[in-house]
């Protein structure tokens, strides 16, 4: 899909980080918008932003682990707009700690935000764009889809399984000859509060205890982390913005893992063992 003016893209997780970049340049395209997020405070903060700056659109507050929100979603979006052509399902939560000592909340939470958000964004959105005969599907999975990182059991599980739906509905889609695109998202460290995701873990998916010591550790140093060598959400937005009209499936945003990629498949294939984590 080259032409992006004047069409409507939806996009959920849309108050800060890679959602709100990506808001952004599709508004600077001349793209219509559907932004969702649950964080409804900041949303209407992000709404008045970019309204500011020209941009036709309407928030609706969403929390993605829901069905019944996301088909509200769509239907508001096509109620308004009377069409939609980007789906960005954006919206991602994180917690940490070794993967046998998470409790269920922990899996719970994470599994139903990160990878259920997504099925929901793909069941209710995918048909709507294959009956108008154009569009494209886009997922944020995570350089942890494709390599585990150690200490994030859920959320790898959680974005092994975007990675693995994104491809399987991309051969679907090209099997079936529709004209619908998708793209799945990939990327490592980006300058996001994503480790402050648990500001919006709702009360019945809190473990008892309070957060681990693992999880304020990761929390500490992932968030320094983020904020010295993280890569602007700008510079992935236009990633995506790219990947959507050349209708490339895979947007890697750090080419140093490409390394890795390399040697896990050469060792997949000459004896079945795994590169360090460290990459």
Not at 60 to 77: C, M, N
Request: proline fraction near 6%; glycine fraction near 10%.
């Amino acid at each position: 899909m080259r032409e992006l003016r004047g069409r409507v893209a939806v996009v959920t997780g849309a108050a800060s980080g890679i959602g709100f970049a990506m808001a952004r340049r599709f508004a600077a395209e001349g793209m219509r918008l559907v932004l969702a997020d649950v964080e409804e405070a900041a949303l209407a903060e992000s709404a008045r932003a970019l309204e500011s700056g020209g941009a036709e659109l309407l928030t609706r507050p969403t929390d993605v682990s829901s069905a019944e929100q996301v088909e509200a979603l769509a239907d508001a979006a096509f109620e308004r707009f009377g069409a939609a052509h980007v789906i960005a399902n954006n919206a991602g939560v994180v917690c940490a700690g070794p993967a046998h000592e998470l409790a269920p909340q922990d899996w719970d939470w994470v599994l139903r935000v990160n990878l259920w958000g997504v099925i929901h964004g793909v069941r209710v959105f995918t048909p709507r764009l294959v009956e108008q005969g154009e569009g494209h599907m886009l997922a944020t999975a995570s350089i942890a889809g494709l390599a585990a990182v150690p200490g994030l059991g859920a959320y790898n599980v959680s974005k092994f399984g975007v990675v693995a739906l994104m491809e399987t509905l991309h051969h679907e889609l090209a099997e079936a000859g529709s004209k619908v695109g998708v793209s799945v998202l990939c990327p490592g460290n980006v300058l996001t509060r994503i480790t402050e995701a648990d500001r919006n873990r709702p009360d019945a998916l809190r473990p008892p205890g309070g957060p681990t010591p693992a999880e304020l550790t990761f929390r500490s140093e992932a968030g320094r982390a983020l904020a010295e060598e993280g890569m602007p959400p700008d510079a992935v937005a236009e990633l995506v913005v790219s990947a959507i009209r050349q209708r490339r499936f895979w947007i890697l945003t750090h080419p140093e893992w490409k390394e890795l990629m390399l040697r896990r498949a050469a060792l997949l294939a000459e004896s079945g063992q795994l590169p360090p984590a460290e990459g």
